[in-house]
T-cell receptor
Framework: AQKITQTQPGMFVQEKEAVTLDCTYDTSDPSYGLFWYKQPSSGEMIFLIYQGSYDQQNATEGRYSLNFQKARKSANLVISASQLGDSAMYFCAMREGLSSTGNQFYFGTGTSLTVIP | DGGITQSPKYLFRKEGQNVTLSCEQNLNHDAMYWYRQDPGQGLRLIYYSQIVNDFQKGDIAEGYSVSREKKESFPLTVTSAQKNPTAFYLC?????????????FGPGTRLTVT
């Protein structure tokens, strides 16, 4: 089974509007971390935001917020006031409990976001 | 400035040749990782290392080898045994594998094998 699922291959948003990028995850470990990364056309991965499984509040970083719904195993990224520079691929990733073997980050297949002027 | 460097940015090789991709970090991070990214796909883990002189296979280690002789360096060798080596390769590091820190990524190396 896929650890991370991103069901939106491509999304479009009007400049200055908000957009939600979906991410669902699969784990039986009670302790895990969820991450979002942005990959511009240059290829480098840029860390955006982190949410821990035990965090009570949704994470926020500037225009980025994470809509964490633990029971539904979803960790959607919300970008407010979209800018042209937000056009990029966005990846959701998960790392399971620190005691788990692997110390791996599992990545989804990504969502391509295009901001329309 | 601290960061991760990967060189070269573009690399071309003939089929049957081994090739080594460089990854250096000056962030004093303990853990380092190699990922492969194919067009339209997410990242797949090749190898990772949590400490010097120790490394573990990821999901797609076949046809690749690594070494970790220094904390700052984690080179990846793509051997001739790798059936489809053409891809974008990303190196990453994180401060402490025992804590919930994000990974920092290098700019990547785009390898083309013909």
């Amino acid at each position: 089974a896929q650890k991370i699922t991103q069901t939106q291959p491509g999304m479009f948003v009007q400049e200055k509007e908000a957009v939600t990028l979906d991410c669902t995850y699969d784990t039986s470990d009670p302790s895990y971390g969820l991450f979002w990364y942005k990959q511009p056309s240059s290829g480098e991965m840029i860390f955006l935001i982190y949410q821990g499984s035990y965090d009570q509040q949704n994470a926020t970083e500037g225009r980025y917020s994470l809509n964490f719904q633990k029971a539904r195993k979803s960790a959607n990224l919300v970008i407010s006031a979209s800018q042209l520079g937000d056009s990029a691929m966005y990846f959701c990733a998960m790392r399971e409990g620190l005691s788990s073997t692997g110390n791996q980050f599992y990545f989804g297949t990504g969502t391509s976001l295009t901001v329309i002027p | 400035d601290g960061g991760i460097t990967q060189s070269p940015k573009y690399l071309f090789r003939k089929e049957g040749q081994n090739v080594t991709l460089s990854c250096e970090q000056n962030l004093n991070h303990d853990a380092m990782y190699w990922y492969r990214q194919d067009p339209g796909q997410g990242l797949r883990l090749i190898y990772y290392s949590q400490i010097v002189n120790d490394f573990q296979k990821g999901d797609i280690a076949e046809g690749y080898s690594v070494s970790r002789e220094k904390k700052e360096s984690f080179p990846l060798t793509v051997t001739s045994a790798q059936k489809n080596p053409t891809a974008f390769y990303l190196c990453a590091s994180s401060i402490d594998p025992d804590e919930w820190y994000e990974q920092y990524f290098g700019p990547g190396t785009r390898l083309t094998v013909t």
